[in-house]
C-alpha cells in the first residue's frame, strides 16, 4: 500500500527547491486518495537527477512530464482509510527507534467517531537555518515563487491551522519554500487538520 507512502515523499521534497502540491481527499468515506505534484525549473531536475550533488531522483516513483521549461512529478492513489491509519501507526512506531527520525511528525490518527487528525511536516530538516541558507543561495532566484500547498478535503474540516474553505469541507495551508527553508517565527513547522470523514 503506497498511499501513505506519497506523504513521506512529500516531506522529503522538502529537502528539496521546487513547488510542492499534496491533496488528500478522504470525502467519500472509506478511501484515502492521495493526489501529489511536484514542479520544478528544468535545470535544478537536471542538477539533482545527473550531477551526483542533489538529493537524487525526485520523480523515481511518479510520472514525469516536461511543460515548456518545467519538469511535472504527479503520484497518486488511492488506499482504504483503515489500510492509512495501519500504515500511519507502523510508521510512528518506526519512528520511535533509537535514531531520531526527521519524518517522526507525520501522523495520521483516529480521535473521536468517525474524525481523524492529520499531522505534516514543514521542517523535516529540524531548521538549520546556516545550512539552509548555503543550500539554497545557489537556487535562491529560481526559488522565488515556489510554493509548498497542503489540501485536505473530508465531509467536515473541524479545525486546521490551514485555511478552511466557505462549505467547510476543505483546508489549505500554502507556504513559500524559501519561508521553509529559512523559517521566521511565523513559518509553520506542521500542518494539522482535525476532520470528519
Known amino acids: 500500500m503506497r498511499c501513505l507512502s506519497f506523504l513521506f515523499v512529500a516531506a522529503f521534497a522538502l529537502t528539496g527547491c521546487f513547488s510542492v502540491k499534496v491533496g488528500m481527499d478522504f470525502s467519500d468515506g472509506e478511501n484515502a486518495s492521495v493526489n501529489m505534484q511536484m514542479s520544478m525549473n528544468?535545470?535544478?531536475?537536471?542538477f539533482m537527477t545527473t550531477s551526483g550533488q542533489g538529493s537524487g531522483n525526485p520523480c523515481e516513483e511518479g510520472t514525469v512530464t516536461f511543460e515548456g521549461e518545467r519538469v511535472i512529478c504527479t503520484f497518486a492513489d488511492t488506499a482504504s482509510i483503515a489500510e492509512a491509519l495501519e500504515s500511519a501507526a507502523q510508521e510512528q512506531a518506526r519512528s520511535q527507534g533509537p535514531e531520531l527520525?526527521?519524518?517522526s511528525d507525520i501522523g495520521l490518527v483516529e480521535v473521536g467517531p468517525?474524525?481523524?487528525?492529520?499531522?505534516?511536516?514543514?521542517?523535516p530538516e529540524g531548521g538549520d537555518d546556516a545550512s539552509a541558507a548555503e543550500m539554497?543561495?545557489?537556487f535562491r532566484e529560481q526559488l522565488q515563487g515556489e510554493t509548498f500547498e497542503y489540501v485536505v478535503v473530508a465531509k467536515e474540516i473541524v479545525s486546521t491551522n490551514g485555511v478552511i474553505s466557505?462549505?467547510?469541507t476543505t483546508a489549505t495551508l500554502v507556504v513559500n519554500v524559501i519561508d521553509i527553508l529559512e523559517p521566521t517565527s511565523d513559518t509553520p513547522k506542521l500542518f494539522e487538520a482535525?476532520?470528519?470523514y
Open 101 to 103: 527520525d526527521p519524518l
Open 194 to 196: 482535525t476532520f470528519k
Open 166 to 168: 466557505d462549505d467547510g
Open 114 to 123: 468517525r474524525t481523524l487528525a492529520l499531522t505534516l511536516p514543514l521542517d
Open 136 to 138: 539554497i543561495n545557489p
Open 42 to 46: 528544468q535545470q535544478l531536475y537536471n
